[in-house]
């Protein structure tokens, strides 16, 4: 899906074998575990301003020559990390560019599963805030781009979205976001994904019950009996939260809603066969009338996928982006 503004040209996603087909795109990098080196990062560490007492940790790396770039600040999808391999891949791209990269991991994921009571969900977006409110001035000098993948993604275009950022914000980027979250969770629940959603929400209840002293025993059995990400999302996610229930959660969050307000240019990618993200939502959002939007939609590339025969796709349509945006 081409917009006739935009001002660069994306190369056509052709899959890399023997990757073919929308699962054995989503699952490759499950498949293959592949290394993605990280230079020595900084751990940093920031306390939220809610009274919880939790703290986020990330990890900044720099990049091995200055190249006066912004700070890309990487936020990761549902059960990911500072070290899914997607935004390792990505964050080594960005450094090859010269930017420096802040691995933030999510409220309660990854390392900062110790050092936090509650868990991130999919509109989170005042940590985003308190997190950028703490860098120093001199990593936010040039702005900073934001990049989310999944449900990072959907939480990075509501931020964009909602405006107001306290530092300045250049531009911004979504891979796979689910966009529509009641549509995506019902699609994810679905008898074909059974596999992918039953190891997830095994995932989610594991994190629980392995921090039940941090959560509390309420919310840990709340998650331990959810049949499905839906029923998860309608225990516990939205009465934490405060919430009436799933339905509710899901329309106050959904990215489709602020996606028309986003004035920042924003790169959406997606594939029309992604097994856990409905296509309509992307296929009838009226694009030409939103110009800061723009579109990266191709026909296969399966979820958070995209591996194509000269890498990763959404990568190269990422350095496109930014060279035009922040170099052109």
Known sequence: MADGTRPFSLPLFRPRFPWWGRHLQTVRNT????????????????????????????????????????????????????????????????????????????RGAGPSADTCGRRYHAGRTGDVHSVLRQLSPELTRLGIVLI???????????????GSFPVPVLAGAAISAPIDLAASSRLFGAPPN?????????????????????VGTHWADAALSARDLWDFDDKVVAPWN?????????????????????????????????????????????????????????????????????????????ELFLNAILNG
Request: proline fraction near 8%.
């Open 148 to 162: 989310g993948w999944s449900l990072g993604g959907n939480c990075a275009l509501k931020f964009l979205g909602e």
């Open 194 to 214: 059974r596999l992918y959603h039953n190891r997830l929400l095994g995932q989610m209840k594991a994190d629980m019950q392995a921090n039940r002293d941090r």
């Open 31 to 106: 498949l293959v575990k592949p290394a993605h080196p990280m230079p020595a990062g900084l751990r940093m560490r920031f306390a939220m301003d809610d009274g919880s007492g939790d703290v986020l940790l990330g990890c900044l790396n720099q990049p091995p020559t200055q190249a006066n770039q912004p700070l890309v600040v990487l936020l990761h999808g549902l059960t990911g990390s500072e070290d899914s391999f997607y935004v390792r891949a990505t964050a080594a791209m960005l450094l090859r560019r010269g930017h420096p990269v802040l691995r933030l991991n999510l």
């Open 242 to 318: 405060g919430w009436s229930g799933a339905p509710e959660y899901y329309a106050v969050n959904s990215a489709l809603t602020f996606m028309p307000e986003i004035r920042v240019p924003t790169l959406i990618v997606h594939a029309l066969d992604d097994p856990w993200i409905p296509s309509p939502a992307y296929r009838e959002f009226p694009w030409s009338r939103h110009p800061c939007l723009y579109p990266a939609i191709s026909r296969s590339g399966g979820h958070v996928g995209f591996h194509g025969t000269n890498g990763v796709w959404s990568d190269q349509c990422l």
